[in-house]
Nanobody, 116 residues
Framework: VQLVESGGGLVQPGGSLRLSCAAS????????MSWYRQAPGKERELVATISNTDDNTHYADSVKGRFTISRDNAKNTVSLQMNSLKPEDTARYYCNARTTWGISYWGQGTQVTVSP
């Protein structure tokens, strides 16, 4: 099982980044996919989730209207489009795959830094 995140980097406030997560080794379409983030000294928090079949989405209040999660079950990928980035979005972003019966996989993360 592998989840490999990419797309992180340094961006100025107000800028955009698109994170991608490539999944392999499991039946991607069975899994709800999420992005989490963890800033230094803080707990990991849920950013966005997309369901496995009907593409229902959920966002943290702090990113609503700025971030968009999407998935491509044919390519086994999940993406996070991040617009209007703020310094407080600075964190390491992790891709997560989970089933309703409790199986969960994590990627290694990709760093996003928002700074002038």
């Amino acid at each position: 099982v592998q989840l490999v995140e990419s797309g992180g980097g340094l961006v100025q406030p107000g800028g955009s980044l698109r994170l991608s997560c490539a999944a392999s080794g499991f039946t991607f379409s069975w899994y709800h996919m999420s992005w989490y983030r963890q800033a230094p000294g803080k707990e990991r928090e849920l950013v966005a989730t997309i369901s496995n079949t009907d593409d229902n989405t959920h966002y943290a209040d702090s990113v609503k209207g700025r971030f968009t999660i999407s998935r491509d079950n044919a390519k086994n990928t999940v993406s996070l489009q991040m617009n209007s980035l703020k310094p407080e979005d600075t964190a390491r972003y992790y891709c997560n795959a989970r089933t309703t019966w409790g199986i969960s996989y994590w990627g290694q993360g990709t760093q996003v830094t928002v700074s002038p």
